[in-house]
């Protein structure tokens, strides 16, 4: 079993619906999540980070994060075309020093 | 601010020279300093992270190597590349605890 594990996709939505990317931890004392995305021959960049339960919000994007379940999502509303790209979860245990990466989401929005 | 810097952006080497890859941070000190490689259409692969100065972790038993020789410069080498050393060399950084930030990468071809 993977350490982090994200549905390779493609996922495929119509432009203006909500994007929903997953992502499951399997180490319990994970403390930190981040989301980034990735743009096709681009670096990854940083687009959420979440620490408690609960929901976070920025602009389109909300983070979602159930400790008990072991499981982060990401939801984006309203997508747009420019949302098109791979999207990575990262799981970050203080203890180790370093984030365990997931696979990535390839997320196509459609005009 | 912070900014990482990544070069070269681009780099053809033929099998068995030796390679050098170079990354500095500006604006913050004693970063957590990290490799990465991607291969294409795949998720990161951590190569060596870097808690300081002279203290490097490697997580994957190859023909490269990583130094920190001041606080916030980390350099990937190789005395002889393999075909198999191909791919997306990503450098990032962080502070204690805190989400990772990605220079812009080096795409590696090997010849």
């Known amino acids: 079993q993977k350490e982090v594990e994200q549905n390779s996709g493609p996922l495929s939505v119509p432009e203006g619906a909500i994007a929903s990317l997953n992502c499951t931890y399997s180490?319990?004392?994970?403390?930190?999540f981040f989301w980034y995305r990735q743009y096709s021959g681009k670096s990854p960049e940083l687009i959420m980070f979440?620490?408690?339960?609960g929901d976070k919000e920025d602009g389109r994007f909300t983070a979602q994060l159930n400790k008990a379940s072991q499981y982060v999502s990401l939801l984006i509303r309203d997508s747009q075309p420019s949302d098109s790209a791979t999207y990575l979860c990262?799981?970050?245990?203080?203890?180790?020093?370093?984030?365990?990466f997931g696979d990535g989401t390839t997320l196509t929005v459609k005009p | 601010s912070q900014t990482i810097h990544q070069w070269p952006a681009t780099l053809v080497q033929p099998v068995g020279s030796p390679l050098s890859l170079e990354c500095t941070v500006e604006?913050?000190?004693?970063?957590?300093l990290y490799w990465y490689r991607q291969a294409a259409g795949r998720g990161l692969q951590l190569l060596f992270y870097?808690?300081?100065?002279?203290?490097i972790s490697s997580e994957v038993p190859q023909n490269l190597s990583a130094s920190r020789p001041q606080d916030r410069q980390f350099i990937l080498s190789s005395k002889k590349l393999l075909l198999s050393d191909s791919g997306f060399y990503l450098c990032?950084?962080?502070?204690?605890?805190?989400?990772?930030?990605f220079g812009d990468g080096t795409r590696l071809s090997i010849l």
């Open positions: 990032a950084w962080s502070g204690s605890n805190q989400p990772q930030h």
């Open positions: 870097s808690v300081g100065i002279g203290q």
């Open positions: 979440i620490y408690s339960n």
């Open positions: 604006g913050t000190s004693n970063p957590n």
């Open positions: 180490d319990r004392g994970s403390q930190s």
């Open positions: 990262a799981v970050d245990n203080t203890n180790a020093g370093k984030s365990t």
